[in-house]
């Protein structure tokens, strides 16, 4: 398909980057399930010649990529974390990024104890806060990097005014948009130069295929992540490839459900005398409710909230629900519920990530909204 910035999500989720294969008419991009590819001529190849460099099926995911985030280039990775390697290689030892306090703790983690043994600075501040950003910003920082919502507190922040901020300093912004997807928020439109995303979350959709993904506009830094992609190698396979290109082609479909049953679901806690506080952007009592209406299309499917009963109570609930299925991970199109101090976030307990015990954590599904509600009322009820 032609690309065309006419095109609405809904659209260029179905086509975008999947053009009938050349050969035999296929409609939908085969797995090129190959490790090399014949050349015509010694060192005159032209397309494909090694599946770490290239392979058809990731091509057409790359273009998917790019038209989801109205981006000119993207490039597929093995995970989240391994897209997100790859930008911190374009930064040098003695130099600065400057991070949310608040990212994900897989992201912290490499930050911390990987990046930082490699001689990489690294400042973790509050990016809700324009003045703190500021002012902890180095003559040798060289990137912002934020999440927004963020995990599992689901803080916002600005895009537009982090992205003002990074030019001024002439600094490069980088926003893992993963909670969003590219369905609720498009950070380069908003003045981002790098949106990253673990594609194994709302993007591939079905847990059951991990991934990441970068997209950007810059020629020369695409060329960079290119090489580096290349070079060092953690690239998805075609298969993983070919699932998460048949995951985004439900993408704003399911987002669409994903946010309907969250708000439901999250008025539901908000109303029931067992819970103390539910944190949902879509709700009038998030801090940043008006920030979510500016910045995001949806507010997404992801719930936080603390019950009057405290720990013991939240493991109980993740224990004794039948249809969310206590996990890690999330944006699947199965309702999943986890206690992130002793589960995802148990690798930042003693650090600034650290959270509350007694918080529970929502994945919602696309499920019907009233099974999912009848599903926490029952365990609710019995607090
Ligand atoms: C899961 C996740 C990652 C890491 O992605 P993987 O695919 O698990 O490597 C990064 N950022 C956010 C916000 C995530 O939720």
Known sequence: MTQSPNFHLETLAVHAGVEPDPQTGAVMTPIYQTSTFAQAD??????????????????????????????????????????????????????HVLSGNDVYGGTFRLFDKVL?????????????????????????????????????????????????????????????????SPALQNPLALGADFVVHSTTKYIGGHSDVVGGAIILNDTAVYERLKFLQNAAGAVPGPMDCFLTLRGIKTLAIRMAQHCRNATQIAQFLADHPAVAEVIYPGLESHPQYELAQRQMKGPGGMISFILHGGEAAARLVARDTQLFTLAESLGGVESLIELPAPMTHASVADSPLAIDPGLVRVSVGIENAQDLINDLKNVLNKL
């Not at 916002?156 to 992205?163: E, F, G, K, N, S």
């Open 42 to 95: 010694v060192a005159q190849h032209k397309g494909y010649d090694y599946s770490r460099s290239d392979n058809p099926t990731r091509t057409a995911l790359h273009g998917a990529l790019a038209a989801l985030e109205g981006g000119t280039y993207a490039l597929a990775f093995a995970s989240g974390m391994a897209a997100i390697d790859t930008i911190l290689r374009l930064i040098k030892p003695g130099e």
């Open 116 to 180: 930082s043994a490699y001689g990489i600075e690294f400042t973790f501040t509050d990016t809700t806060d324009e003045t703190a950003v500021s002012a902890a910003i180095q003559p040798n920082t060289k990137l912002i990097w934020l999440e927004t919502p963020t995990n599992p507190m689901l803080r916002l922040t600005d895009i537009a005014t982090m992205a003002k901020l990074a030019k001024k300093a002439g600094v490069w912004l980088g926003v893992d948009n993963t909670f969003a």
